[in-house]
């Protein structure tokens, strides 16, 4: 984590408007449920990150891209409950809620609704891609996979992640992959918007990692998905590769934004 979220500085003024502590889940005003929102200064119809922290599902604080503050892009840093506070699957009904109000409510600040992206690290990544590809999270919201431009996921957990496993009582040992509703790979389609994956060097990741993400895109490919890119960053460990995806995670936003 760079920062705990009472510590984290505010971006740039010069170049964005900033909103922190935005409640996201109705009549709710736990601080964990709020989001901070950061939208680009003299624009109109910008495309938004919806980005989630990790930490596993049981830390909180600020884990966001540098290259997203460019000025270019609004920015949603999405804070959710964590354990043992709460349990799975409010994790999932957290994600959701976040990524709704974004879709709901970018456009009152000058966002393009038909533009917005959601990505994360380690846990974070395996909460944008488990809300953001199965239907059954956004659907109680009214929106789908449909209203998502893409996905930016950081070295995430594509099978069932260890902390949902720990709280549901899954028996077996850590490392054992379950593959059931709670896992993204097992809601693949290949109508889903284009994805990026960024994990570390199969030494030096959390065991399982790359081939996990390497999977995915493989099998999205090979259903006829346009665009499911892995990047496996050599020599880099879990957190290396979150410090290092700023240049991928720029250049994908520009095609996939470029191709729109």
Partial sequence: MDYAWNAKPAPDPALYRHWRDIPYADGDP????????????????????????????????????????????????????????????????????????????????????????????????????????????????????GNLAGFLLVSGQLTTHFQVKADLGYPGHRYQPVVDRLAPLAHLDAGLPPILLVTGDPARDIPGRPAENAFLAASLRAMGHPRAEHHQLSGHDHGGAFRSCDWLVDQFLDQVLAAR
Avoid at 102 to 114: A, F, K, Q, S
Avoid at 130 to 139: C, E, R
């Fill in 30 to 145: 736990d601080p964990l449920r709020t989001l901070w929102l950061s939208c680009p200064r003299e624009r109109d119809g910008f495309a938004t990150v919806v980005w989630f922290h990790g930490g596993g599902f049981t830390d909180d604080g600020h884990e966001c891209p540098p290259v997203l503050y460019s000025g270019r892009h609004a920015v949603v840093e999405a804070r959710y409950r964590v354990s043992p506070r709460v349990k799975a699957p409010a994790y999932h009904e957290d994600g959701a809620a976040a990524l709704a109000w974004v879709l709901r409510h970018i456009g009152e600040y000058g966002g393009d609704p038909g533009r917005v992206f959601v990505g994360g690290m380690s846990a974070g990544a395996y909460l944008a891609a488990i809300v953001g590809m199965d239907p059954a999270w956004l659907a109680p919201h009214g929106f789908g996979p």
